[in-house]
C-alpha cells in the first residue's frame, strides 16, 4: 500500500502544481492575487471539451483551442483589467476585487451556456488505460500530467534564466521602476505575463478535466484553494517554489490521509500551511525581504 | 399601515442582513486601514454565530448576554493568534488568516458532538430584534468614527502608510495592530450571533472562503476612506443580488460585472467618488 | 336602446362570473435555478413546468388554472428566507414548493410555518426538516427509510460480510446518508473495516481508497453526489478495486453513466423512483417528459412532477374561498390525506414528531426500488410491496 500511495501522492503533487505554475506567475510579476485563475482552468476544459463535441475536433487540437481561448482571455485580462487600474495608481487590493467579479462572471456565463452539471471528455483509451508495476497502478494520463508539470516548469525556467525576454521578466519582478528606468517594455511584459499564465491555467484545465473525468463551472474554485496553499508552501513568485509546493501538498494531503485519517486532511494541511508561514513565511524558494521599490 | 407590515414581513430578513453586512465590513474596516489584509473574520464570524447559538439553545442564558459571550470569545482567540500571524505583511498575513479561518472551519465540521457538524446546528431562536441590529451598527459605526479622526485613526494610518516610520516615532506598532485585530474580530463574532438569530440555522459552510472573500470585497468596494465607506459597501453587497432580482439567470454575471466596473472606475472604493462632494464643501467653507 | 342596456348588463354579468372561475390559483416554486444546487433545482422545476402543463391542458383543478410564481433561491439559505417570505407577503401564494437543498429548508421552512402557509420539499432528505411544524410537507424519501433496505438486499444478494465506508463528511446530504448507513449497518450486524471521508469537490480519492483496497473489505458503501461519486468509482477501477459499490440516493441518476463510463457497474442503489420501473404511470411521465424537455428525466423531475399531483389532489377536495388565509388553512388540512399513485409508485403520507415530541410535519411513505448497474442500465433487483420499508422508529 505504501508504495501506491507515494504513487498517489506524486500524480496528485503533480496537479496541484500545474494549476499553481500560473498563479504564482501572475504573483510574481503583476503582483496581483489573480483569484480568477480558477476561471481561467475552467475556461480551458470547457473549450477543449467543446471543441470536441461540438466541433469534432481531435484532442490535441482542442487542447490547442484551449491555449488559444485561454491565452486571449489573459490578454483580455490584463488589458482592460489590469492595465488599467495600473495606470490610476490603484491600491494593491483592488485587481484582486476585479479577478473576483471576473470569475463569478465567467462562472456564471459558462454555468449559463452549458448548464451546472458535471459534463464529461468522451475520450477512452489509451489515457485512462492502467499500467501495472508491481503493487502500483497508475494510469497512463497520471504518467503525463507529472512529466508535463516538470517539462513545463523546465521550460519556464529555462525561457527565464536564458532568454533576453525571461530576464527582463525577472527584472521586472525583482524592481518595475528599476526595469522602466533601463528600458524594459513594462507594460507589453505585463500584458505577455498574464497571457502566459492564463494559457497555463487553461492547459491544466484541460488535463485535469480529463483526469478526474468532471467539467463543471465550479471547478476552479476548490483547485484556487489548494493552489493559495501551494504557492505559499513554495513561495510567492518562484516557479520552482510553485513545483515543489504542489508536490509537498501533495505528500501532505495524501500521507494524512493514509495514516492519519481522511477527516483531518484539510486540517493537516491548512496546518502546516499555517506552521510554514509562522516559521519560515517565504515558503521554501521565496525570497527573504519583500521589497517594493 | 397595511403597506408597512406587508414590507418588513418580506423585507425583515434583508434588513437585517444589511445590518449585519455592515457590521462585518466595518469589522474589517479598521483592519485594512491599518494596512492588514485578514480573510480571518469570517471564521471569526463563525466562532461567534456558534458560541451564541449554542448558548441560545443549551444553556438559559438571555440573548444578549449570548451575543456578547458570542463576541468576546473570537476577539480573545484574536488577541491569541494574533502577535505570530500579524508579524506578517501583505499576501502572507492574508494567507495564514485564511489557513486559521480553514483550520476553523474544519474544526466545526469534525466536532459533531458539540457543533452538529456537517449537519448544522438548526432550530435556533429567533431573537434578532430590528432595533438589536440598528442600535449595534450605530454604536460600532460611532466609535469607529470617532477613531478616525482621532489620534488611534490617524496613528493606523500611518502604519499602513510606513510602518518602520510609525515605530521609530515610539508608537507602539504591535499592540495597536493587535488592538484593530481583536475589536474586528469581536465585532465579526457579534454580526454571526445576531445573524443566526434570525437565519434559524448555520452551517460550518457557511463561515469559509467564500464568505471571507465577501467581506474582503465589501470593504474594498465601499472603500477604506472612511467608516462610511464600509457601511455604502455592505449595504451594497447585499442589496445587489435583490436589486438584481429581475434579471434571473443573468443575475450572477450582472454581479461580477458590477464589481468590475465599480472597481475599474473607483479603484478606491466608492466612498473615494464622494470625494469630490467633501472637497468642494471643504472649500466653499474656506 | 333598452335592449342595448340590456345585452351591455348581461355582457358584464357574464365576464363577472367568467372572470371568477377564471381566477387562477397561485403556487410557488423557489428552487435553486443558479448556483451549484442548479443541477438539482433545474429539473425539479421541469418536472412542475411538466404537471402544471398537463393538469391545466385538462381543465385546471374544479375549473381553476394553476400559475406557478418562479423564484430563484440560488441554493443559499438567507435567498432561501427572503424568496420565501416574498411569495408568502407579496405574492400571496396559496402554498409553496421547495427549497432545493436541506441547508436551505431548514432555514426557510420556520417562515413558512410560522406564516401558517404549506411549504412542500420534493428535495429535502435530511433529519429536522418536518419536525419543524405541520405545515411541513414533504415527498422526498429520506435516506433513514431507503438505505436499510438497499443494504439488506445487497448483503443478501452478493453474500458480503464485512464493508468499508467511504462518504463526503462537509455536506448535510451525503452526511446524514453516512449516518443512517452507519445505523443501518450495525442494525444488521456488519462490521466496516475503514471508514474514510472526503470533502465536496475533491477530484483525487485515490488515497482513501488505496486505503479502503487494502482493509480487505467485501463491498464499498459510498453516501455521495454523483459529482464525486462517479470519480470515486472510475479510479477505484482504475486501482484495481473490483468490489461492489453500494451508493446512497445521489448515486441514483443516469448521469452515472456517462460520468463514470465504463466503470459504472456493479453499483447497487435504493431510490422510490427508477427509470427502469415499467410501471404505466412511470412509463407515461417519462415519455412526456422526454417530449417536452427532449431528454431522460431523473428523479428530481419524477418527485417534483409527483408532489404537483399530490397537492392538486388535495386541492380537488377544497372549496376555495378566495379569503388567503382561510384557504391556506384548508389546504394544510386536507393535503395529509393525499394519496396517489405517480411516476414514483403510490404515495401516502406519515406524520412526523417535531423536537418537543409533539406531532408536526409530514413525511413521505413510498416502497424502496433496489436496483444495481450493469451495462448503462440500473437493473431493478427488488421491488419491495410492504411499505413501511423496514424503517426505524426517528427521534
Known sequence: MHAQQLVNAISLGGVYALFALGFTLIFGVLNVVNLAHGAMFMLGAYTALQAVLFFKLPLAVAVLAAIVVTAGAGWLLDRFIFAPLRARQAPHLAPMIATIGLAISLNSTIQGLFGAENLRFPVHGLAAEGLRLGDVQITWLELQIILLAFLLMAVLLWWLMRTRMGTALRALAESRKAAALLGIDVEGLFRLTSVIASLLGGVAGVLIALYTNAVFPQMGQPMLHKGIAVVILGGMGDIRGALLGGFFLGCAEVFSVAYVGSTMRDAVAFGLLFAILLLRPQGLFGKAAQRRA | MEWLETFWATYSTLVLSIGTNVLLALSIYLTLVCGLLTVANAAFMGIGAYTAALLSLHSGLPFYLSLMLGALLPAAVALLLGPPTLRLSGVYLAMATLAFGEIVRIFLLNSESLTGGALGLNGIPQHTQWFDVVVIVIAALYVLLRFSGSRIGRTMVAICQDEVATELMGLNVRAYKLFAFALGAGLAGLAGGLNAHFTFFISPNEYGFDRGVEILAMGVLGGTGSPWGAVIGGALITLLPELLRGLGNYRPLINGVILIVIILYSPKGIWDLTRFVRGKRAAAAN | ?395
Open chain 3, 1 to 395: 336602446m333598452q335592449l342595448g342596456r340590456v345585452l351591455f348588463g348581461a355582457l358584464v354579468a357574464i365576464g363577472y362570473f367568467s372572470s371568477l372561475s377564471l381566477a387562477q390559483i397561485k403556487i410557488g416554486v423557489a428552487e435553486a435555478l443558479t448556483g451549484n444546487a442548479a443541477q438539482y433545482g433545474v429539473p425539479i422545476r421541469k418536472g412542475f413546468d411538466l404537471a402544471v402543463s398537463e393538469i391545466n391542458g385538462s381543465g385546471g383543478i374544479n375549473g381553476q388554472k394553476i400559475e406557478l410564481v418562479i423564484e430563484d433561491e440560488q441554493g443559499k439559505k438567507e435567498e432561501a428566507i427572503n424568496v420565501f417570505k416574498k411569495l408568502i407577503f407579496q405574492d400571496k401564494v396559496l402554498l409553496l414548493f421547495g427549497p432545493t437543498l436541506s441547508n436551505s429548508a431548514q432555514a426557510s421552512d420556520p417562515v413558512a410555518q410560522g406564516a401558517k402557509v404549506v411549504v412542500f420539499g420534493t428535495s429535502n432528505t435530511a433529519d429536522g426538516i418536518t419536525s419543524i411544524g405541520n405545515f411541513v410537507f414533504r415527498n422526498s424519501v429520506t435516506e433513514a427509510d431507503i438505505v436499510p433496505v438497499t443494504l439488506k438486499i445487497a448483503a443478501q444478494k452478493t453474500g458480503l460480510k464485512k464493508v468499508a465506508v467511504l462518504y463526503g463528511n462537509d455536506d448535510i446530504f451525503t452526511k446524514s446518508g453516512y449516518d443512517n448507513f452507519k445505523k443501518a449497518l450495525e442494525a444488521l450486524k456488519i462490521p466496516v473495516t475503514t471508514t474514510e471521508t472526503f470533502a465536496k469537490g475533491d477530484v483525487d480519492f485515490k488515497p482513501q481508497l488505496t486505503k479502503i483496497k487494502s482493509s480487505n473489505p467485501d463491498a464499498v458503501v459510498l453516501s455521495a453526489l454523483i459529482a464525486e461519486g462517479a470519480p470515486a468509482m472510475v479510479q477505484s477501477r482504475q486501482l484495481g478495486i473490483t468490489l461492489p459499490f453500494i451508493g446512497g440516493n445521489g448515486m441514483n441518476s443516469p448521469k452515472l453513466f456517462d460520468l463514470a463510463k465504463d466503470n459504472s457497474d456493479n453499483l447497487w442503489v435504493g431510490s422510490p423512483w427508477s427509470i427502469e420501473n415499467p410501471a404505466a404511470e412511470n412509463k407515461r411521465f417519462i415519455s412526456a417528459y422526454q417530449k417536452a424537455q427532449n431528454a431522460l428525466p431523473d428523479q428530481f423531475a419524477a418527485q417534483a412532477y409527483d408532489a404537483m399531483y399530490i397537492v392538486v389532489q388535495a386541492l380537488k377536495k377544497v372549496k376555495l374561498t378566495g379569503k388567503l388565509e382561510v384557504d391556506r388553512g384548508a389546504l394544510r388540512d386536507a393535503l395529509p390525506a393525499a394519496q396517489i399513485t405517480g411516476a414514483t409508485g403510490a404515495f401516502k403520507f406519515r406524520q412526523a414528531t417535531g423536537k418537543d415530541g409533539k406531532p408536526a410535519g409530514y413525511d413521505a411513505v413510498q416502497t424502496a426500488i433496489v436496483m444495481m448497474t450493469k451495462g448503462n442500465q440500473y437493473v431493478i433487483q427488488l421491488n419491495e410491496a410492504t411499505s413501511r420499508a423496514g424503517s426505524t422508529p426517528r427521534p
